[in-house]
């Protein structure tokens, strides 16, 4: 607590400074003397509103009655337990009704807190003012606003689905300021004109609702929970917006909805959470921590098909910026109407991360800690030690293998692996300021041995008002550290085949290495004797100021600076290289090497937002800059003593060649100018429309610019007089847009430009004979220009419905999209020497280009349902479910052509030279479709046949010569439909959720069956025999005499379901003053997967990735789709058990 | 309103200070509108066009191509190691189609050599600095783009002829008749402007003696070529090269293509060579001199004081192997048989003592030890690069005195035949040809033997009509047209000019 203080209290000179105000002591007076109301933040603007009042010794409910009416709000409160006669007195000069209400309720105990029209008091534990909570027999009487005679007498009880009653629910007579609220037992008695009245009952959570009195004495009234998504806030860029004012297809998840358990990166807490949003793991390496993101199929060719990301108004902000347990929301921009305002960078869509801030309000702290067990899900099933004994001796009659050893390979390299993490959040602050402080560390071992990662992410998120709240100041800074232990996947390759029979180590100690083929190593010794290590920096710091200067009109700036800087090492001692009784004449390697990377944001923009009766008018105008840069350093030595390091490269005995020290920087710059529109009509007719002009220094010299428009417009068709009143229809949008967004991450920095550059040595005569030359650099150019560059652009169309039914007990949205993206960015073969464009000439053979097109089409539904709302038992149930097809269009264009045939890509790589390729990219077909001969059966020799059709696509005679073999389409390994199911469950104190992911129709090539489920592998007389799978000697393998080669025998049907995340939790019933609240939890991470796949798990990457967040992967490796290599490092399943708790 | 129009302003002048230069800085490599400017600055230049006969003697790019004879072959090993899906097999069984990756990629591998010439030669011609000896250098790029042209002209025949004068588009196809005649023209008329060799000075440059044997070469292949014999023309150029006085055979036929063959004084016969170098960056670890690597056995890797384990590929097809006298002392160029350490113990591998197997009869199915393993360009001990150093000889003395023997026999000359092929022979330690053993059978073999992994076997086989028409263990159908490849379906569907080569 004092640390966070001495922060806060940094930071105030800091602001201070700036502001040149006094500010100063009263926020410091606020924030410590823990002021004990709460706001909750959605409605701060209730509590905005000012008002002017002098009164003296007045009763409570007068002075709530004329406070009310001057802001034109409603008050509930139950007047049995607040003493709403006690006599106040109030001084109030223009003053934000929530600094009044502090004023006037905290010394009477009362808590308060505001709902979207209406403030709700209640008393605090303890306090004065307050009266006893004992019920009373009968039910409560309030009479609040009387204002007209009270000739008739209308009671009831205010109940929620289920039955449980609703304490301190509103009710009020339609069109009056008549009303009262519940009492603790739900019981309300009112005091009407006459009974001809509707009653409109209302209570917070749940749909308001208006029934008849209909001269009834007794009127009981059932509410449904809403499910609050329409009156959640949309961040859509540049601004906010309430989710019924949006007009573009979005999505968000707040941190209540986050998959629960050993979160390793931000992502995996929305995974499966948003419709079309498709996040991939690529495997349990707790270092290999960046998922693949894709929303809305692949939207690119290159590497780079994710959306943007975008941290607190932080543009392209890197993703280990952020500690999930900081994330307040996560908002998706899934359409171009939406997106457009991130121009260049949008067409992916964008995802935007709102951390959480501290409240007005006492000041809270929060922790969440938890231990987590991390198990292989899955291994591959290869003969255990004894079967590979009996085979071995079955397949060896006369020299059979007297070993006694048995190793479990699998057993040898992987381990239970526990995480720790702990988390600490404090936050608290007035309604001038607010904070928000830190700290989470997470350890995470992987399970395989010698591999894992620990992070520490600090944050401090502050924000100011000043000026009568007309100047508003955020700081939000981040600091994260995460230390990285890689390790070789092919580790797993070699545990699958290595000999059962062969011990770990010899009797010396030492690692058993038979001297056999170079691709047979040592599993452990892999996983023991490298040193591989990352420790990686991330610093993003962001100033937001925005200032009103009118009335409506704000102008704001925005600036970041992100400082990424990784350190990594490497040592390969010479032992790696022992073989068993042989002298080892290789050396110990050494290598450090360093990246740097820089982005710098500054954003200027005006905001100007007017309401007019019906008329509601918004706009945005913007201009932003952002500078990139990236360098790095590195170098290699050798040898050196085994048990040496890297550390100090210096002691090696063979220093530096060109080979071995490099270094590098480049840099990029971007440009925006950014305006937003926004019209609403009676809160029913709504237009926005969105454009941005984006220059970028990666673009070619004639296309500098980017032009990227949107327009969207959405009809609340609830909000017409034929569905006001409908019984079913509780609300009803329809929104229509279209925008042009763009993409420009496929664009290295310098990639448009005629680049000269080193092209290695060339030999330099020198006239001695007896060393005729030396070598030289040799430098000639090295890039083809091409100053066409320019951005990927995608046009996309979307028609959504956003519903809600039965009260809003049933709500959801259905969207439909097509997306065409033009000029795709592809790498072509061009021939050196030819001449093109404006008199340039071809000089290396790969040129990059905008040429091709590509369609993505598809659905998205989502649903969410209250489907139990009783006293004890609640389960709300939530289902997206999405649909997209992906076609690429056209390739060739301009002078280039791609082949007709399709380029095939993707290596498996294994053996010498790799299994490849499987893949295609053909106009006409998915991106990623396998591409290979198609088996028909085996002949009598055990070699498969594989199809071979004409030209006509007539069968001739299949052929065992893969080569001859007519490559077909076999599969598209992009799924048909994607479905996340999550349940929530509470009983009593315990809570459940039950969250299960899907996805169906995808197709994966099973590369480890290529190599482990082939008798041939086990091949006899080979006293190391590889080992295999134990299905390998089974049924249509066991005929099969010949290796394994890339055939649709090993694509397979990919469709999973899985039990993603399951979350039982209990809360306990405290009631001490100090501890908020305690909930204990267990939670299970990938518990089960169902699945038809053979191999270990059918949700393989799409698409590259790297180690670090950082990282840019190659162009090639984003289209190896639906690939489960053999080289592979395994998902693990979770359980973890976890504490948290608010004080 | 003022307000606002005023806070546009502002914004629109903002935009306009912040719409500041989008022009980046360039940091890691040179702007390509000032360099080359100076005379040493184009020696990086001219040295870099050099770089394009890397590939020569790549794994992945041409060899393959020269996997297609009776000599050498990477059959498919244990695990499927070697499989390559299918691309060693189809080479070594005649049953390549036009969509083989790795004809298309000897295709771009040498339009790309000659367009660096093209380019280079199109820079330096413009510039207006001092470059020394400009006249040499500008024929040093041409006679290198012959030597592409050269190599397009035996392994695809009928292709486009690119220049640095040749207009924007898609280059109309050249018969082979023609690639031969500008090839010709090239060499010739360059012939007078480079420079002769000067050992060591001129070491691993194109020289005039380097044109004088590409000639010789050419005219040699002629008949395949043309359909018009070159004989005599070919035993011109080749007393051309013996007249230089330049060149002998060295003592040890080893000495050519030893690691430190650069040192040794092998350049007296070795005419032109590549000269690879271990710690050659910006390649990636195998590319480049590796026979440690693409031919040795795992197992002898530290009989060799190899730091890489090597990757078991190429081998021996055991009856090339099997073709050599024992006393003929090229065949110390291949191992075979039980082998062992330097003390005389048994090399171990997989538990047993380790054999290598030169008589094997399956390439789909070979083991680990199968076939005999060529060391002729010998294992650099105590090497910590992938790579080795030794110098590749695209040309040998060797190889003009056996061609001038081989003209000269085919014109019926036999005593100059034997006399100058005799020459080379003597120092295999294998008994002289005589007019009774000299035939073209026993000519065609001895080339084999004196020139195995120097990528020559599939020229000699087609000019002695052995490759198509031949037959031979793993490729067991006679098929003429195989003699050319097949132009590349890529390169097809680029230029709508070609024509895919007869058969194909």
Not at chain 1, 280 to 295: E, F, G, V
Request: glycine residues 8%; hydrophobic residues 35%; contains cysteine.
């Amino acid at each position: 607590m004092h640390k966070i203080t001495q922060n806060q209290r940094q930071l105030y000179d800091c602001l201070f400074r700036i502001m040149k105000g006094s500010l100063l002591q009263l926020v410091l007076a606020i924030c410590f003397t823990s002021v004990t109301v709460a706001f909750p933040q959605d409605n701060q603007a209730l509590l905005t509103r000012r008002v002017t009042l002098r009164v003296e010794a007045q009763p409570l409910q007068t002075v709530l009655a004329q406070l009310g009416r001057q802001a034109d709000v409603r008050f509930s409160y139950n007047a049995r337990s607040i003493a709403v006669q006690s006599p106040v007195s109030l001084s109030a000069q223009d003053e934000p009704l929530g600094r009044v209400l502090s004023r006037l309720l905290a010394p009477l105990g009362v808590d308060f807190s505001a709902y979207s029209k209406q403030i709700v008091l209640k008393p605090r534990r303890t306090g004065v003012g307050v009266l006893p909570e004992t019920p009373e027999p009968d039910a409560g009487v309030a009479s609040a606003r009387a204002e007209a005679p009270a000739v008739f007498t209308v009671s009831g009880t205010i109940s929620a689905e289920g039955g449980e009653v609703l304490a301190g629910a509103s009710v009020v007579l339609k069109g009056t300021q008549t009303g009262t609220t519940t009492g603790a037992d739900g019981g309300y008695r009112l005091a009407l004109p006459d009974g001809s009245g509707t009653l409109v009952v209302s209570y917070v959570g749940y749909v308001t609702r208006e029934v008849a009195v209909n001269n009834q004495a007794v009127v009981n009234v059932v509410l449904t929970a809403t499910n609050e998504s329409l009156s959640e806030v949309v961040v859509v860029g540049y601004g906010t917006q309430r989710k019924a004012d949006v007009t573009g297809a979005t999505s968000t998840v707040t941190s209540k909805d986050f998959n629960v358990g050993v979160i390793n990166n931000p992502l995996q807490a929305v995974q499966g959470r948003v419709a079309g949003l498709n996040i991939t793991a690529p495997n349990s390496d707790p270092t290999n921590n960046r998922p693949i993101i894709r929303l809305r199929g692949i939207g690119s060719l290159s590497a780079n098909a994710e959306p943007l990301i975008v941290i607190d108004g932080v543009l392209g902000a890197p993703l280990n910026a952020v500690a999930p347990e900081d994330i307040e929301k996560v908002d998706v921009l899934k359409d171009a109407s939406a997106a457009a305002i991130y121009g260049a960078r949008g067409a992916n869509g964008v995802i935007i991360i709102t951390t959480k801030r501290g409240k007005a309000g006492r000041t809270a702290v929060d922790y969440n800690a938890y231990v987590g067990f991390d198990s292989p899900q899955r291994l591959p099933r290869v003969l255990s030690p004894d079967a590979y004994f009996q085979k071995y001796n079955e397949l060896n009659p006369s020299a059979p293998s007297s070993s006694t050893v048995r190793t479990d390979w699998f057993r040898e390299i992987t381990r239970t692996a526990v995480s720790m993490n702990h988390n600490v959040g404090i936050s608290g602050g007035s309604e001038q300021f607010n904070y928000r402080g830190s700290v989470a560390y997470l350890t995470q071992p992987g399970i395989a041995l010698n591999s894992g990662q620990d992070r520490i992410n600090a944050r401090l998120n502050l924000g100011q008002k000043a000026i009568n709240n007309r100047l508003e100041i955020q700081v939000n800074l981040s600091a994260n550290l995460y230390n990285k232990k890689f390790v070789d996947y092919g580790a797993f390759n070699r545990a699958a085949l290595y000999s059962p029979l062969e011990p770990v180590y010899n009797p010396d100690g030492t690692f058993n290495a038979p001297n056999i083929a170079f691709n047979y190593q040592n599993p452990v010794a892999m996983l023991r004797q490298i040193t591989n290590q990352g420790r990686e920096k991330q610093l993003l710091g962001n100033v937001k100021v925005s200032f009103e200067l009118v009335k409506g009109l704000t102008a704001g700036v925005n600036t970041s600076y992100s400082l990424f800087n990784g350190t990594y090492g490497y040592f390969q001692p010479k032992a790696y290289f022992n073989k068993n009784g042989q002298t080892n004449t290789s050396v110990s390697q050494g290598r450090r090497n360093t990246s740097e990377v820089t982005d710098r944001l500054v954003e200027y923009t005006l905001a100007y937002a007017k309401t007019s009766g019906r008329h509601h008018f918004g706009a945005v105008l913007g201009y932003t800059y952002q500078y990139l840069s990236d360098e790095y350093f590195g170098l290699t030595a050798r040898d050196f003593p085994d048990n040496f390091s890297f550390n100090n490269l210096g002691a090696a005995d063979q220093l530096l060649t060109k080979n071995d020290i490099y270094s590098g920087k480049s840099e990029s710059k971007l440009d925006g100018l950014l305006a937003r529109v926004n019209y609403a009509y009676h809160e029913k007719y709504l237009l926005t429309a969105n454009f941005r002009r984006d220059g970028s220094s990666r673009f070619g010299a004639n296309n500098r610019y980017g032009y990227f428009p949107s327009v969207s417009a959405g009809w609340r068709i609830s909000g017409e007089e034929f569905l006001r009143n409908s019984a079913v229809v509780s609300e009803l949008k329809l929104r229509v847009g279209y925008g042009v967004t763009g993409n420009q991450n496929g664009i290295g920095d310098y990639a448009s430009r005629l680049l000269f550059g080193p092209s290695g040595n060339y030999a330099s005569p020198t006239a001695t004979a007896n060393n005729p030359i030396q070598y030289k650099t040799a430098y000639f150019f090295s890039q083809n220009a091409n100053p066409d560059l320019k951005w990927e652009t995608s046009a996309m169309t979307n028609v959504g419905v956003d519903f809600g039914l039965f009260n809003n007990r049933l709500s959801g949205s259905l969207e439909l999209y097509d997306k065409n993206t033009r000029n795709l960015l592809f790498t072509y073969s061009v021939t050196p020497g030819d001449k093109y464009g404006d008199n340039l000439t071809y000089i290396t053979n790969s040129f990059l280009a905008n040429i091709g097109t590509m369609n993505n089409r598809g659905v998205e539904l989502t649903l969410d349902y209250v489907a139990v709302n009783a006293t004890d038992f609640q389960w709300r149930t939530a289902l997206n479910l999405a649909h997209n097809r992906n076609r690429v269009v056209r390739l060739s264009g301009e002078g280039l052509t791609f082949p007709t045939e399709g380029v095939r890509f993707g290596v498996i790589y294994g053996g010498t030279n790799g299994y490849g390729p499987y893949g295609v990219l053909k106009e006409g077909l998915p991106v990623g479709t396998f591409w290979m001969p198609k088996e028909v059966g085996l002949n009598d020799q055990g070699q498969p046949l594989y199809e071979v059709l004409d030209a006509n696509g007539t069968a001739l005679t299949p052929t065992n010569d893969p080569g001859r073999a007519t490559r077909q389409n076999v599969g598209n390994p992009q799924p048909k439909l994607t479905v996340g199911w999550s349940n929530s469950l509470t009983y009593k104190n315990f809570d459940l959720t039950i969250f299960l992911r899907g996805a169906f129709g995808q197709k994966v090539f099973n590369a480890s069956n290529l190599v482990y489920d082939n008798p041939t592998t086990f091949r006899a007389g080979d006293p190391n025999a590889l080992n295999v799978y134990r299905t390998a000697f089974e049924g249509s393998n066991a005929a099969l005499r010949q290796t394994g080669a890339v055939s649709s025998r090993y694509v397979e049907n990919g469709s999973f379901v899985r039990l993603d995340n399951l979350n039982l939790g209990y809360t306990l019933p405290l009631k001490t003053p100090w501890l908020r609240s305690l909930r204990a939890y267990v939670a299970g991470q990938n518990l089960l997967l169902i699945t038809p796949y053979r191999g270990l798990d059918p949700e393989v990457r799409s698409g590259n990735t790297t180690n670090t967040y950082g990282g840019v992967s190659n162009v090639g490796d984003n289209l190896a789709f639906g690939l489960d290599d053999f080289n592979f490092y395994p998902r693990a399943r979770t359980v973890s058990v976890g504490l948290t708790a608010g004080f | 309103m003022k307000t606002l129009r005023n806070c546009l302003a502002l914004v629109a002048l903002l935009a306009g200070v912040g719409s500041c230069q989008l022009e980046p800085t360039l940091y890691n490599s040179l702007d390509a509108t000032t360099y080359p400017s100076n005379d040493q600055e184009f020696q990086t230049v001219i040295g870099n066009a050099y770089r394009g006969l890397i590939l020569y003697y790549d794994r992945e790019i041409y060899l393959p191509l020269n996997a297609s004879t009776d000599e050498f072959t990477a059959p498919t090993r244990s695990g499927g190691a070697w499989f390559d899906n299918g691309r060693w097999q189809y080479f070594a069984n005649h049953s390549w189609n036009s969509t083989a990756a790795d004809l298309n990629e000897t295709w771009d591998w040498l339009y790309s050599g000659i367009a660096t010439c093209n380019n280079t030669l199109a820079i330096l011609k413009a510039s207006t600095a001092q470059v020394t000896g400009k006249e040499s250098a500008l024929a040093e790029l041409r006679g290198l783009r012959a030597f592409f042209y050269f190599l397009l002209c035996d392994n695809f025949g009928n292709v486009p002829l690119k220049t640095e004068d040749s207009p924007t588009g898609n280059i109309q196809q050249s018969s082979r008749t023609e690639v031969f005649n500008f090839i010709e023209a090239e060499l010739k008329a360059i012939v007078p402007q480079l420079k002769p060799t000067a050992h060591p000075q001129t070491y691993s440059k194109f020289t005039k003696e380097v044109a004088q044997t590409l000639l010789a070469k050419l005219y040699l292949n002629a008949q395949v070529y043309t359909g018009t014999a070159r004989w005599q023309d070919c035993i011109a150029q080749c007393d051309a090269v013996i007249a230089s006085n330049k060149y002998r055979l060295n003592a040890s036929y080893f000495a050519s293509f030893a690691f430190n063959n650069r040192s040794n004084g092998s350049f007296v016969e070795n005419i032109f060579v590549i000269p690879y170098d271990k710690a050659d960056y910006r390649l990636d670890a195998a590319t480049g001199m590796a026979p440690n690597l693409f031919t040795m056995h795992p197992g002898l890797r530290d009989k060799y004081g190899l730091s890489s384990t090597p990757w078991n590929g190429f081998c021996a097809i055991a009856d090339f192997y099997n073709s050599f006298d024992n006393a003929d002392a090229r065949k110390q160029g291949w191992i075979a048989g039980p082998q062992f350490d330097a003390a005389g113990n048994p090399i171990r591998f997989r538990n047993q003592p380790l054999v290598i197997n030169a008589d094997f009869t399956s390439i789909t199915q070979a083991t680990d030890n199968d076939g005999a393993r060529m060391v002729k360009f010998s294992m650099q001990p105590g090497n910590t690069f992938q790579l080795q150093d030794n110098h590749f000889p695209i040309f040998r003395f060797a190889d003009v005195l056996m061609m001038k023997g081989e003209a000269a026999f085919r014109l019926g000359d036999v005593g100059t035949a034997l006399t100058e092929l005799n020459k080379v022979r003597a120092r295999s330690g294998t008994p002289n040809f005589t007019p009774a053993t000299l035939t073209l059978d026993a000519l065609l073999a001895e080339r084999g033997h004196e020139f195995y992994f120097e990528n020559w076997r599939r020229n000699d086989l087609i000019r002695f009509d052995r490759f198509g028409n031949g037959v031979w263990r793993f490729k067991l159908t006679r098929d003429k047209k195989r003699d050319l490849y097949p132009i590349p379906d890529r390169q097809l569907s680029i230029n709508p000019y070609l024509k895919q080569n007869p058969g194909y």
